[in-house]
């Protein structure tokens, strides 16, 4: 378990910067996120921490001691790289040992930990097979028994899930974290799926253009992203400009609504409105309505199995609500919308 | 009303021209195979079972047929000049194979990697592949032998008194200028077939083997070189095969008397007694059953490999 922590790195490649001053703590035994669109310096930030990347300036500390003049084989971290890069002439067994071999361990320690591996990652039956003999998945598995034999300090991830279908995704997700629950091993995955790093993260640090744009944990994220490129690539469907008139009021096209007090937020200012599809209720009748109740017309509707997300038109505005399926309203019908107070974010501009 | 879902089974339709013309492609085969059956069974074919009927005594448009006897065979194997001329042979071809190999793998990783003036560098390593070897023969003559520009340039300097005095670097049987004209030639050519393999290579497991500790020479030794291998294989092989065979080289720079085996052959063409030519096939046979002979336990040695790996 150990504390990664990057003070003032930057990193550029000739004239271009792929890292703009970042600093960040990653806490023992934490699984964090980097998440980011392609090209954001993502990977270049895990490259860094590894060794495999010199930053330009700045330093990388693991449990305080800085590491960023450390050659890659020293610094103890472990890597899997987003194609497995396993080495194709050796075996599944003689690829998780590597790590092993080449720092001269005993035979018998070796033995006794390939087992303790083979049985974490579940691939005795294929110990003998070569990378060509196995499935997307099982190079993955064997990329990360590869890396863990070696007891590193911090395992990292470069998007080791992309090139998996949907449902092998999923149990391997499962996987990951289930591992990383039980060596409590810290942790730092890299992806551009937003749906990924929520399953995954205790916290996610969402990268743009190689700053750091938010760092939080997933439902706070998803719930109060800090600025409107988190809120459009946290998948928000609903923002709209509104105007703050009271410090817990807001004016905007469906009206005056009433929000939680946002402190942050200076009276006048223009302001985003933040309505997360899903946190809004659908009612037949106004009478239901707990809130604040809006007059709105269903004209579209995208059946999605659990849920159903329906495109609404509330005067000149459309806004999207999304509910559990256990009921289908029709398109055409009038209902009510209730906004909750809570469930309304604003972003300043 | 037409339903405007195609039936079922008309979706395959779309493939059916490809499997009716299931026969043409053994037909096609056949004939993109022929030019180079012909020049294989034919020409070649028929030009080693006539060097091979030759070499024991089948030669009666010279008025020679003792067929079958290994008389040409006993005579040259029986001399221990011709296996001076093997060694030599050998020595030659597998030095400058190896010289030209240890250079050409360094070469062909750097190739891989930025740096300032790799486009120059690109295309002057490739320089000596489009210059033919004679040519490389007359620069080292000019520029190696005892009249040429180094033993000048040592004179000049005042390294030697007189450029005569420079150490002999032609025509002495350590064939230092054969080696050095094969590897000037063949060092451009192994690098480009190492690099095509390299480029097919995932460098992220270099990258993985150093993260997982492994120092540099052991991420070349366990994890570059086990997957450049069949590039450096076949270059070294047609390097080999071509060095063993050779003889413009050896016989221009080479030291004499004893030559190398197509040196031997070539002499015995050239003897104005044409029933010797008997005798140069005999040699020429020679050389192919050792080089055959090498080949094919280089290529078997390698195939267990092969099998070692999982790659066959």
Sequence with gaps: MTKVHLSGVRKSFGSFTAIEHLELTIESGEFVVLLGPSGCGKTTMLRMIAGLEEPSAGSILLDGADVSNTPVQERNVGMVFQRAALFPHMTVEKNILFGLSVRGRPRGEMREKLEEMLEIVQLHDFRHRFPAQLSGGQMQRVAIARTLITEPSVLMMDEPLAGLDTKLRATMRRFIRDVQKRLRLTTIFVTHDQAEAMELADRIAVIFDGRLAQYAPPDLLYKRPSCMAVADFMGVSNIFPGTLVAKNRVESAFGQLRVDEQPRCPLGATVSLMLRAEAIDLHEHKEDTRFQAIEGRIVERDFLGASVVYTLECGATRIAVSEPSRRLLDVGRTVWLDIAPESVWLLSH | ?312
């Design chain 2, 1 to 312: 009303m037409s339903s405007p879902i195609p039936p079922p089974n008309s979706a395959p339709r779309l493939f059916q021209p490809a499997q009716a013309a299931g026969r043409r492609p053994a037909l096609g085969l056949a004939l993109t195979l022929t030019p180079i059956a012909f020049v294989l069974v034919l020409l070649f074919g028929g030009a080693m079972l006539l060097a091979v009927l030759q070499s024991l005594g089948f030669a009666p448009w010279f008025g020679v047929n003792t067929f079958p006897s290994l008389t040409y065979f006993k005579a040259l194997w029986a001399s221990q000049f011709f296996w001076i001329s093997v060694g030599l042979t050998l020595y030659y071809a597998t030095a400058s194979t190896m010289i030209a190999l240890v250079l050409a793998i360094p070469l062909a990783l750097a190739l891989t990697k930025a740096f300032p003036g790799r486009g120059l560098y690109d295309y002057i390593y490739k320089l000596p592949l489009m210059i033919p070897y004679l040519v490389g023969i007359a620069l080292a003559v000019l520029m190696l032998g005892n009249g040429g520009i180094l033993s000048r340039l040592a004179a000049y300097v005042g390294l030697i008194d007189d450029p005569g005095q420079f150490p002999a670097i032609l025509k002495t049987h350590y064939g230092w200028g054969i080696i050095t004209v094969y590897v000037w030639k063949q060092t451009p050519f192994m690098t480009l077939a190492i690099y095509a393999v390299l480029l097919g290579v995932d460098r992220n497991t270099e990258e993985a083997a150093a993260v997982l500790g492994a120092s540099p020479r052991a991420i070349f030794f366990r994890v570059t070189l086990p997957q450049i291998l069949p590039g450096i294989v076949s270059s070294s092989l047609i390097c080999f095969a071509f060095n063993m065979g050779a003889f413009e080289a050896p016989l221009i720079l080479g030291g004499g008397f004893p030559d190398t085996l197509p040196v031997i052959a070539w002499r015995y063409f050239n003897d104005a007694d044409y029933t010797l030519q008997l005798q140069g096939m005999a040699a020429v046979v020679s050389m192919g059953i050792i080089s055959g002979v090498l080949l094919f336990a280089y290529l078997a040695a390698y195939r267990r490999y092969e099998m070692m790996i999982g790659r066959v």
